[in-house]
């Protein structure tokens, strides 16, 4: 009765052993699975967090290019345009200046050269008046002082001619040759009166004859 009581005691001790073994191994297969299982839940979540990441990554970068392009279209594009009209109306500008600098020292220049041209011609316009002018002074003065001279002459033969013409008588002695009486008296006198415009030149240095045959020219 002992020993049987011994062999159920060892028996079902060792069936406690299996049963205690197989839930030790049932329970650690159990957390095994929850493990695996947690694990599997965790990798998903984890996945889930990287698409929602990329997700939020790629929305942002949409947000981004959204706000490149219209701050492109909004700013810089029209910050271009307005920067490109303002060279090109500077260029035109420069053009303009440059032209009017252009247009203002050619016409300097012609100005300049018309008003040579003018003064030159100015010039050569009064030296000849004045040539002609004095021409014409030294031309007036032989005159007046020939007018003057032979305005003289008849006063200078009556001169010559009054003391004969007073004389009560007048001796006259003949070589034999030549006129005698009033003939030689007249002829006399006529050769003095001749040699005057020979004693005038001498006296005043005009030529009688020359300045009546110069041609009057006026100014």
Do not use: C, W
Request: glycine share 4%; aromatic share 4%; charged share 30%.
């Amino acid at each position: 009765m002992a020993k049987a009581q011994r062999d159920y005691e060892l028996k079902k001790a060792a069936y406690d052993i299996e049963v205690n073994t197989r839930r030790a191994q049932a329970d650690l297969a159990y957390q095994l699975q929850v493990a695996k299982t947690k694990q599997q839940i965790e990798e998903q979540r984890v996945q889930v967090q990287v698409v929602e990441r990329a997700q939020q990554v790629a929305v942002q970068e949409q947000e981004i290019a959204r706000r490149e392009k219209e701050l492109e279209a909004r700013v810089r594009k029209p910050a271009e345009a307005e920067r490109y009209k303002l060279e090109r109306l500077a260029e035109a500008e420069k053009s303009q200046l440059i032209m009017q600098a252009e247009a203002e020292a050619e016409s300097v220049r012609m100005r300049g050269e018309a008003q040579a041209f003018a003064i030159g011609a100015r010039a050569r316009a009064e030296a000849e008046q004045m040539a002609k002018k004095a021409e014409a002074f030294q031309l007036y003065q032989e005159a007046a002082q020939l007018d003057m001279l032979l305005e003289k002459l008849p006063q200078v033969a009556e001169e010559i001619s009054g003391p004969l013409t007073s004389a009560n008588k007048i001796t006259m002695v003949s070589s034999g040759s030549g006129a005698v009486g009033a003939a030689k008296v007249t002829g006399e006198v006529l050769d003095i009166l001749s040699r005057l415009p020979e004693s005038v030149e001498r006296l005043t240095g005009i030529s009688i004859s020359q300045v009546n045959h110069k041609p009057l020219r006026t100014a």
